[in-house]
């Protein structure tokens, strides 16, 4: 079989068969999510562990060929948008994990729907993705990412991945990582103040806030009497842990209420 891969919908085929089995123990005895399954070679090793396999691909000429190649009793294919699945057609209620060697220009959406929805994953990122999520205060990857995906996951790393073990080959290596969601729950506006602040993440704090202060909508002297009581303010945003920019975000929203 050679399938062309489809550049606008980020195709990389897995060809490692050690990399698609270490994955695939995760999904033992569990009912697992795939999405954008490509030509199956983790979703052979999933159908052989797992109690069920739901895998969503999206490119009708490779839900076609698993289709007619891939017939096991504990596999259900779909051939749709990952995302335009309702949680019906997921039975969302019954998955236990997700785990795919997903698109990278997914990867953030996919993050996000995790989050949203509570349910821990086995994921084959981009290298430098994986570096941004995992990166501490000070550290110059130090990212938006970084803080929301400290705040929302706790997140083991699981092993690399080079570019070889793809094809077509991409120009990086990838990273296969744990995530499990936590439990405390990011409000929109929490995540927007932090996004706002993180855009200005080498200035002082307060000089990031009054940077964003029409996007605020906060009065000045409320932000001058907050900048006094709080030493925080004088630091460099890049240096303020992803719990306390977390506080601190609290407090901005409370003043614009």
Known sequence: ?????????????????NVAFAEAAHGE????????????????????VAKRVIAIEKDERLYN???????????TLINKDFFDCTEEELSLDSIDILIANI???????????????????????????VEHMLATEGNKSYSKLSV?????????????????SFFPKPKVDSQVIFIKP?????????E??????????????KNAVLDSKENLNIEIKELEKLFLENPSYNKRVFKLSPERLSILSKELLELQK
Not at 66 to 72: C, D, V
Not at 182 to 189: C, D, P, T
Request: proline share 3%.
């Open 65 to 75: 060929y698993l289709s007619s190649s891939l017939q096991r009793a504990n596999l």
């Open 182 to 190: 936590k439990e405390e729950i990011i409000s929109k506006k929490e």
């Open 29 to 48: 005895d569990k009912v697992v999510l795939e999405i954008g399954p490509g030509k199956g070679i983790l979703t052979e090793e999933l159908c052989n």
């Open 103 to 129: 698109p990278y220009n997914l990867s953030s959406k996919v993050i996000s729907w995790l989050y949203e929805h509570k349910l821990e994953a086995i994921l084959c990122l981009q290298k430098e993705f």
């Open 148 to 164: 929301m995906s400290a705040l929302s996951f706790k997140i083991t790393p699981m092993m690399k991945v080079p570019k070889r």
């Open 192 to 205: 927007e103040i932090i996004s706002l602040i993180m855009q200005h993440k080498k200035k002082l704090l």
């Open 1 to 17: 079989m050679n399938f062309k891969a489809n550049k606008k919908l980020g195709q990389n085929f897995l060809t490692n068969k």
